[in-house]
């Protein structure tokens, strides 16, 4: 086990090419690891998380590894874990091996949570891998939410009926503005950005069991998390519709475009303030964005988006601008003794 030091190329490369095997095997059309994001994601984070990554190498080859993050302005209890093993050394131990590290790291962090993904497959998209299913029941993790992986073709997406949606929603929409930005928010809006990514924690429908406390999130944060998108090459695409009357941000949507990456993006939040739901800002929301993404990446093919199973309101806006079903995210989660 040997963590991953950024400027040991080798490494570092041989590890993302481990990464890339487990996705084009458990889930082939899904999104591939960007090296050159990867790359700057090894050497810049923001200041409200700390970062461990390490890889399980045998033989010097590298067949394994995981990224355990954990959040030190909230959510001190918690450790984030992403764990990949190579198909081809499967069922040796070697996921065992990594995430009893990870597990022993995660304590001497002082933390008593660990939370991470397996997918399922779902109707009407191709089969996915199941292995980290059986593999977490086995190591003690018990699933505590289910999200639906939902994926947007924008070859496919027909512009008219957008369109026709967009104005509707306008029309429920009167005393509102959108207001779209690119990397660094206008300055009048970064406290209203704070208080909707704290809203972010808690608003979306979650699991009983899944372990996720309020964030603390403030102006310097926002600002701190634009820096180093910008300083890592994302392009971050936002929207925000602003209530004109009282001046307050109503809603906030983010798309995220990874650096070597022009075939997927990223939905990151999405969310409307509970005072100003019911005007279809949400659908605003969703197509202004998607639009500002196509006129800056027109060859961009898919967007990716997450949604808990249960969100329906979310779920009947992301499939009325397209969003298909690809996979089952089931969280899991285990309390550490
Ligand atoms: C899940 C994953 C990490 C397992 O790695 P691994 O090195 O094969 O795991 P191990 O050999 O340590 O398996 C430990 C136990 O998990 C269970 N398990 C693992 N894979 C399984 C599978 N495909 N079917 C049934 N049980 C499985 C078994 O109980 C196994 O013990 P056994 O081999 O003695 O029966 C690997 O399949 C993977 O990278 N999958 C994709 C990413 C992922 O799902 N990560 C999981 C995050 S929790």
Redo the contacts with the bound molecule.
């Keep these: 086990m040997l963590p991953i030091d950024p400027l040991d190329a080798d490494l570092v490369s041989a590890w993302i090419a481990m990464q890339n095997a ?1 996705v084009a095997h ?1 889930m082939p059309g899904d999104e591939t690891v960007s090296p050159a994001h990867q790359r700057l994601r090894l050497l810049l984070h923001p200041a409200s998380v700390a970062v461990e990554r390490y890889a399980a190498r045998v033989d010097g080859l590298v067949v ?1 590894g995981y990224e355990l993050v954990l959040f030190l302005k909230d959510n001190q209890h918690l450790a984030n ?5 190579h198909p081809e ?11 009893a590290h990870a597990e022993a790291r995660a304590a001497a962090h002082g933390r008593d949570t660990v939370l ?4 399922d497959s779902v109707d009407g998209a191709a089969p996915v ?4 299913q ?3 029941a ?2 003690g ?1 018990k699933n505590v939410d289910n999200e639906i992986h939902r994926r947007n073709d924008l070859f496919a997406v027909e512009d008219d009926d957008l369109a026709r949606l967009y104005v509707e929603a306008w029309e429920k929409a009167a005393g509102y503005e959108l207001v779209q930005w690119v990397n660094h928010a206008p300055e009048d809006l970064v406290e209203g950005i704070a208080a909707m990514r704290a809203r972010m924690y808690t608003d979306p429908p979650m699991g009983e069991e899944l372990d996720i406390r309020p964030a603390v999130y403030d102006a310097e944060r926002v600002r701190d998390e634009e820096r180093v998108r910008a300083d890592r090459g994302e392009l971050q695409l936002a929207a925000a519709v602003r209530h004109v009357e009282s001046g307050e941000i109503a809603g906030l949507t983010d798309l995220l475009v990874w650096p070597g990456q022009e075939d997927h993006a990223g939905q990151n939040d999405t969310i409307v303030d509970p005072a100003h739901r019911g005007h279809r800002l949400g659908t605003i929301l969703k197509i202004a964005n998607q639009r500002l993404l196509r006129s800056y990446r027109p060859r961009l093919r898919y967007v990716h988006t997450w949604n808990a199973e249960v969100n329906s309101h979310m779920i009947a806006i992301n499939e009325a601008v397209g969003y298909r079903p690809l996979c089952r995210d089931i969280d ?1 989660q285990k309390k550490l003794a």
């Design positions: 487990a458990d394994g874990l992403e764990l990949q093993v050394h499967r069922r040796r131990g070697v996921g065992s091996a990594l995430l991470t993904g397996v997918i891998d199941h292995s980290g059986a593999f977490a086995a190591r993790y899991v």
